[in-house]
């Protein structure tokens, strides 16, 4: 099977499963409940350190912090020529903003009524966080895939990246601004646009995404 087939293949599951929970998390499902109140148990525990802590990791999924980060990262791909990883990587960040602000204010779900450690406006579904994180550091983790050659460069820049996501996502949910059903949206949402947006950059070789620009 073909590496795009497979691709466009993930990208519907991840479309229907993202489909699946939203419509679970609209409705309130004992699925959603559950879900959510076993991980809030587990997760939702504080003292000052683990606050301090985790109030910068949350920040680093803020607006302008990420923006701050696409816009580094988008001149130094121009600068080093890979024009289409510039944007790649613009248009992954700007569909999932575009679109998870969109599905916040249509499906209006309101924040934890637990104690917020941190503050938070807003709806809560989805995660703007954990999904802004997602479409930032996963995008760079697939350009860095292919842009770097040795393996141990693109295990670090992949384990740092993924840690980052997996972080932030926790933070909102640890500081108590969102469910963990918000988190898990968000990544679905994340992952089913930059699915998509990966077969837009496929090529007819057995390289998946032409990175550097057209070539004669």
Known sequence: MKISKKISIINVFLCILFVFWTINVIQQTPLIKNFDTTLINQVYHHNNLTVSIFRPITNMGDTYETILVTAIIFILLIIKKYYYASIYLILNKVVVAGLNSLFKNTIKRPRPSHTHYISAGGFSFPSGHSASSFAL?????????????????????SSICILIVLLIGYSRIFLGVHYPSDVLGAYLLAATILTFNTLLF???????????????
Do not use: M, V
Request: proline share 0%; aromatic share 12%.
């Open 137 to 157: 550091y996963i995008s760079l983790l697939i350009i860095s895939l292919y842009i770097f050659k040795k393996l141990s460069t693109k295990i670090i820049i």
């Open 202 to 216: 496929r090529t007819k070789d057995l390289s998946i995404l032409q990175f550097k620009g057209i070539k004669n």
